[in-house]
């Protein structure tokens, strides 16, 4: 069986860890590959999957074999066939070496890849694929994207399947599994997920939402936007488990919730915030209306990436709608004003949710980024 080695290091928040172990499980569960994750901070990845223990050197989970990648390199882990660095963490070079050691004790040298960051910018299909000479091995970039000059996105084959047979009754449990302490819901109830750094929006749209002639349900996993919101609330500290009206608005204030348990949450909403990286893309995944918050970069290089997406994203809307998302996503993301663009929102509900639906298709023919990996590696 070919062995593939992935690194991951936990630069901040839970994208890094995310994006690694749904790559790690896919590759090992769907393509048979005998897979290992190196993973600097266990008890981030803990917290997205709680079976995970953050004091053991070595464990199994899902066929895959995870490891904490120490400070102090065992100079002796021999390099798999690929090897996988993500988001240019840097491997050790002690593992380098091996990889060196490999390459001459074979006729091949490993695989290596440095998987990038996703970004919808122009300038990534001209750079997807391409080597990097590395002391005699080569390093290739390999880029998730948007298009088929990309790697396209993780999405599991399990995951899809699993969304495509959910039913609103499905949703409904979730929901009350989820925040038992719900108040009994009527059929124009919305229901939304909030997943945010601290927001500049947030005060306003909540305002908003206060005053909506139907009954709103908004969950929130605890995380940072949570002390922004306590500050608005005004009523002490929120706890976890907790449903807290504010308004129209009921509150549900959820623990950090495994990455499967996520995943059913976006596709039992009517509307789901998401940022950063993973959960952006899960949202698509979803098919259903999303606003993202970027991950904030120094000197707004991120308002580039946003824009980027956002041409893809808006290009099939009406005009007047795709500048209402256009402005409320800005608003989210920068501050501004946001009761104007979300009216229009609150209207069009019907269309932006075709539209997610196809965008979502349109995502799927581009197949998915451990498949296109895969095939990348056969390739070389
Ligand atoms: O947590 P994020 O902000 O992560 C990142 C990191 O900051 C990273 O350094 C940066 O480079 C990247 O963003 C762009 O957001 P993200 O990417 O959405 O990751 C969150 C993960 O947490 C994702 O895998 C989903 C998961 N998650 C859960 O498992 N349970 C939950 O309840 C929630 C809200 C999220």
New binding site residues.
Partial sequence: MQTWAIFCRV??????I?VCWRLARQLANEHALDVTLWVDDLASFAK?RPEINSNLATQTLETVTIRHWPENWPAAIPASDVVIET?ACDLPPAYIEQMRTHAAANSTAPIWINLD?LSAEDWVSGCHGLPSPQNGLKKYFFFPGFNEKTGGLIGEQSMRQQRAAWTASDAAALRQRLAPKLPVTNADTQYFSL?A?ENPALNAWLEQLKDSPSPIVLFV?E?RVLPQIEQLLMLGELHTGEVYQYGAVSLAI?P????DD?DRLLWSCDLNF???????V?AQWAALPMIWQI?PQSEDTHLEKLDAFLQLYLADLPPELATALRDFYYAWNQGGDIAQSWRMLNTEREILRQHAKNWAKRLAAHGDLATNLVKFTQSI
Avoid: T
């Fill in positions: 630069v901040d928040n839970f994208g890094d995310g997205i988001f960051y997943f750094y996993p995380g959820l950090m919730l495994s990455q996520y998401v940022r950063g990286e993973d959960s952006f899960r991950y």
